[in-house]
């Protein structure tokens, strides 16, 4: 409909979620019209992040470094683990600052019949790391959908094989409840009632 | 649990379901495969389910008797509403991933909208011992004989059931210490040219044996197994504290037989796309099957 250019440039920006073709067509002009340093910037941020941007080694948050900020801060305590499913959860973690232990990212969770299994969520890192004997505490805040759950207890099992303390995210977590969604004082909550499973 | 006059009504109301698959649909939505009582199998568009952090979308998971309502006519209806009809407690061990396996059998080989109400009724059963065993090792032989159960009769519905008692070719009698050969389209087939004894001796661990790319097996065995799947009496949910209810009725050698044969069934309707829910149960049942 327009130039090949542009019709390129607005079929890319719908990789973006919840952009459909008329707000690309609008982000496309607005782009050109009126940001086209700050379009440049963003073009340029997008590569870097993206040639950059991998998994932290310790615990697979998005990082360029091979260690992210959390595991390499001395002061924080790797005998405590807390699993969550996406790197928003540890942001919601920090922010109710109740909490001093690593993180494990699984970035999903089981979902057998989309076939996603354990080495998909990088589990299998995670029971090596349980038999070498270097994490005391698994703390499991998956989300509290069916898939969440099960993905717990199939986490919880593998520490209780390796005589792990296995503690999930109880009370003040609502069922069905997304973490990024609730606020610091609810979670700080949730994670001082953990309750052993 | 759902109501008698719900499951014998059919209105496009308050329908028993459960959900076996959701997938992401557009922006928001949600497509929602589910297995209903009256309606059989049927594909809806849960609007906005996604974005409105609703009640609706945690009520849209696998496990949990829910009764739906819905309109459209088209093979994609839209979700108008969605209740409860029982909260329960599931287990998340062994049986869940049984469940994903049995839903993503169904998903695969039923056809949509075709009303299989008895198949609905011992899928509810099973999805109910699912839930409510711990699936410790004691119990893991006897929920075997379950899943083969719902297996064999989901085969029976498709029109392709095996026939345990005779020989669909011969309509002989099978007898318990003859051999047979298992395929999918004849059933079995007494092995009468074979030398069995010296290829399948009961002492053996093998309970059947693959000769010349076809499985053979002994008839005692296959008599078990179409005596236990006769008798439906056993579809009482056992109480927790009761370690008799869990008794398994098939034997070791039976069971394994029970295994291939649904396996071998299985697999030809599956054709050449397998289940994808099938490692990860095989990988669980290792991870799970120690535990107590
Ligand atoms: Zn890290």
Redesign the interface.
């Known amino acids: 409909m327009f130039s090949p250019l542009i019709d390129e440039l607005m079929q890319a920006l719908r990789v973006l979620?919840?952009v459909?073709p008329k707000s690309a067509q609008r982000m496309a002009f607005h782009l050109l019209e009126q940001e086209r340093q700050g379009a440049l910037q963003l073009a340029r941020s997008l590569e870097k992040a993206i040639d950059g941007v991998s998994y932290c080694n310790g615990c697979r948050t998005f990082t360029e470094e091979s260690f992210c900020g959390i595991c390499r801060n001395v002061k924080r305590d790797g005998r405590t683990v807390c699993v969550v499913e996406s790197p928003a959860d540890i942001l919601a973690f920090e922010q109710s600052g109740s909490y001093s232990g690593h993180y494990f990212v699984l970035h999903g969770h089981?979902s057998?019949?989309?076939?996603i299994?354990?080495e998909d969520l990088g589990i299998d890192i995670l029971e090596s790391r349980l038999a070498q004997g270097e994490i005391q505490e698994l703390i499991l805040a998956t989300g509290s959908?069916?898939e969440g759950?099960?993905t717990?207890?199939?986490i919880a099992?593998?520490g209780?094989?390796n005589e792990v303390t296995v503690s999930r995210l109880a009370q003040g977590v609502p069922?069905?409840g997304?973490l990024e969604?609730l606020d610091g004082g609810t979670l700080a909550h949730a994670l001082n009632s953990r309750r052993v499973i | 649990m759902w109501g008698e006059m719900n499951v014998l009504n059919p209105a496009i109301d308050f329908q028993p379901a459960y959900v076996l698959?959701t997938?992401p649909y557009r922006?928001t939505s949600l497509i929602v495969d589910c297995f209903t009582a009256n309606f059989g199998r049927i594909s809806l568009v849960a609007k906005g389910a996604k974005r409105k952090?609703s009640?609706q979308?945690?009520l849209l998971?696998?496990?949990?008797p829910i009764h739906i309502t819905w309109s459209g006519r088209g093979e994609l209806k839209s979700l108008r509403d969605v209740e409860v009809a029982q909260y329960r407690t599931?287990s998340?061990?062994l049986g869940?991933?049984c469940v994903?396996?049995v839903?993503?059998l169904l998903?695969r080989l039923v056809p949509k909208e075709e009303v299989l109400s008895s198949l609905f009724m011992a899928y509810n059963h099973f999805v109910i011992l699912a839930s409510a065993t711990d699936l410790a090792s004691q119990q893991l032989a006897w929920f075997t004989e379950q899943l083969r159960r719902l297996e064999f009769l989901l085969l029976n519905v498709l029109g392709v059931g095996v026939n345990f008692h005779c020989q669909p070719l011969t309509g002989i009698s099978i007898q318990p210490n003859l051999y047979y050969w298992f395929d999918v389209e004849n059933g079995f087939v007494e092995a009468t040219s074979v030398k069995t004894e010296a290829i399948l001796s009961k002492s053996a661990s093998e309970h059947y044996k693959i000769v010349q790319g076809r499985d053979i097996f002994l008839g005692e065995q296959l008599l078990q197994i179409g005596d236990f799947l006769q008798n439906q009496n056993e579809m009482i949910v056992p109480s927790k504290g009761n370690k008799e209810a869990y008794l398994t009725h098939l034997s070791a050698p039976a069971r394994h037989c029970a295994k291939r044969i649904a396996h071998l069934a299985i697999m030809a309707r599956l054709g050449d796309r397998p289940l994808?829910?099938q490692?990860?149960?095989r990988?669980?049942w290792h991870?799970?099957k120690d535990?107590s």
């Open positions: 979620p919840g459909g089981l057998p019949i989309d076939g299994g354990p959908t069916v759950e099960a717990a207890h199939y099992e593998l209780r094989r069922l069905g997304e969604y | 698959h997938r922006e952090k009640s979308v945690s998971t696998p496990l949990l599931v998340m061990g869940y991933y994903m396996y839903n993503e998903l994808k829910s490692a990860l149960l990988k669980v991870t799970f535990s």
